[in-house]
Antibody, heavy 120, light 107 residues
Framework: EVQLVESGGGLVKPGGSLRLSCEAS????????MQWVRQAPGKGLEWVSS????????YYADSVKGRFTISRDNARNSLYLQMSSLRAEDTAVYYC?????????????WGLGTMVTVSS | DIQMTQSPSSLSASVGDRVTITCRAS??????LNWYQQKPGKAPKLLIYAASSLQSGVPLRFSGSGYGTDFTLTISSLQPEDFATYYC?????????FGQGTRVEIK
């Protein structure tokens, strides 16, 4: 059974940093690209970042480029999102997601999410 | 970036009604269009992929259609458990943009 478990969320002050983790199980983690998608309170889904299976390529939404860094450790079956220079508008539930069986970019498995609150 | 626009933003319908949600892409995305259902406090769930393919375990009352820039999600007979927000998403290119969502309320 595919499982994605996010952690690392919490309350942080504007300008601060936070590192999110996503631990994966139930599939060959090293074979698949991984994504972060976020959802601000009461708002829609926003794709944040993705990383290819071997970390060769990373991609970011314009809203986080230069502030967030995605990475992965295939030996630990883990995905990370290092967030810095955090702003109030980064407040959201952050989900990790993966496209395993329905094609590239079709997110068939999601974690439960971890909440990040940026507030003074 | 490809912009995805859904309509309506919300709707209210009765159990048994046929419900249609539309999604328009700002440029052609062939059939790289997916639909997700999200219930309050839960992660999104894949319903439809490649515009018209039903994800495993999804009830047959859900269907999708369209190609190019215009797409439709249809619920043939709305059930109480279908109260949720529905999002379209393009997987044609990165960034994998989502529509703004359509909230379906049960009358």
């Amino acid at each position: 059974e595919v499982q994605l478990v996010e952690s690392g969320g919490g309350l942080v002050k504007p300008g601060g940093s936070l590192r999110l983790s996503c631990e994966a199980s139930g599939f060959t983690f090293s074979s698949f690209a991984m994504q972060w998608v976020r959802q601000a309170p009461g708002k829609g889904l926003e794709w944040v970042s993705s990383i290819t299976s071997s970390s060769s390529y990373v991609y970011y939404a314009d809203s986080v480029k230069g502030r967030f860094t995605i990475s992965r450790d295939n030996a630990r079956n883990s995905l990370y999102l290092q967030m810095s220079s955090l702003r109030a508008e980064d407040t959201a539930v952050y989900y990790c997601a993966v496209a395993i069986s329905r094609g590239d970019g079709v997110f068939d498995f999601w974690g439960l999410g971890t909440m990040v609150t940026v507030s003074s | 970036d490809i912009q995805m626009t859904q309509s309506p933003s919300s709707l209210s319908a009765s159990v048994g009604d046929r419900v249609t949600i539309t999604c328009r892409a700002s440029q052609s995305i062939n059939n790289y269009l997916n639909w997700y259902q999200q219930k309050p406090g839960k992660a999104p769930k894949l319903l439809i992929y490649a515009a018209s393919s039903l994800q495993s375990g999804v009830p047959l009352r859900f269907s999708g259609s369209g190609y190019g820039t215009d797409f439709t999600l249809t619920i043939s007979s709305l059930q109480p458990e279908d109260f949720a927000t529905y999002y379209c998403q393009q997987s044609y290119t990165t960034p994998r943009t989502f529509g703004q969502g359509t909230r379906v309320e049960i009358k």
